[in-house]
């Protein structure tokens, strides 16, 4: 078999450690963006222990990508949803409530794919706005065309698995491609494997194509992170140079943005040249 038939159960012995990661690793970052002690080395120091860690050591399981998978999975053989309770549904919950309270945190910081993403960026996506405006070898798009394109996947997915039966997450989920690092020798996970290198190589041109133009995740979490109470916000200090919109891969450093596309990578809070943006409640 070159890819799966069968949706991999969110397994408890891979299950338990990694909640408990995301939690510990999710609550870590919020302290040190509201202390201003989330620094370029300690970002990137946290996002390569994330990728180390949820990617390489644990394969990719679970991640947020399975829950998704497992719905669209039991539609598609025309199963019994509540059978996924509670696991499933706990990770529905709780990633709907991380992101109500925290904003994105989990999509920046704890996917093994949003941090490997974020980490390749740093390759054309620098914090520094002269350097960028002379790089070339980066396509910038608004959040909003984004967000269209990733809504528009998720419910082409919803059909293809309720009409035809086409489990498209199941076949191609990039997630599941880290499990090679566990068992180099399988088939199974080919496709996902090779979207995880596609994800990657795209990843330098443009800011997280997974998590902004594909993940279902990302559609809930973007959709939530819409009432999030705390936010990046500008300060009375804030002399409106300009300098943060300029250098916000997602186009979301204006001051009446949702921030809904906000990564928490910290540009914007790098090139401030006034300290004038804080991490604070409406």
Request: aromatic share 14%.
């Amino acid at each position: 078999m070159f890819f799966q038939t069968d949706t991999p159960p969110i397994n408890h012995y891979f299950a338990v450690p990694m909640f408990i990661f995301w939690i510990i690793l999710s609550l870590f970052v919020i302290l040190l963006i509201r202390k201003k002690k989330l620094s370029r080395n300690v970002r990137i120091a946290i996002l390569v222990v994330a990728t180390v860690y949820a990617g390489i050591i644990f394969g990719g399981f679970p991640n947020l990508v399975m829950p998704f998978q497992q719905v669209l999975s039991t539609i598609a053989v025309r199963g019994d949803l509540t059978k996924l309770f509670p696991e499933v549904f706990a990770v529905f919950g709780g990633l709907i409530i991380m992101t109500i309270f925290f904003g994105r945190v989990l999509c920046g910081f704890v996917c093994p794919l949003g941090t490997l993403q974020e980490l390749i960026s740093q390759i054309n996506f620098k914090s520094d706005v002269k350097a960028q405006e002379k790089n070339k070898f980066h396509i910038e798009t608004s959040s909003q065309k984004a967000s269209l394109v990733r809504r528009f996947f998720l419910l082409i997915s919803i059909l293809l698995a309720s009409i035809w039966s086409i489990q498209i997450l199941q076949i191609f989920n990039p997630n599941l491609g880290f499990w090679y690092f566990i068992n180099f020798f399988t088939f199974t996970f080919i496709f996902p494997l090779i979207g995880l290198v596609v994800v990657s190589i795209i990843s330098i041109f443009i800011y997280r194509p997974f998590c902004r133009y594909i993940c279902p995740a990302g559609a809930v979490t973007s959709l939530c992170s819409r009432v999030t109470r705390r936010k990046y916000r500008r300060t009375k200090d804030c002399d409106d140079c300009g300098l943060c919109e300029k250098i916000c891969p997602t186009q979301e450093g204006s001051t009446n943005s949702k921030k809904n596309e906000c990564y928490y990578c910290n540009r914007c809070i790098e090139v401030c040249p006034k300290d004038a943006i804080e991490f604070s409640k409406s």
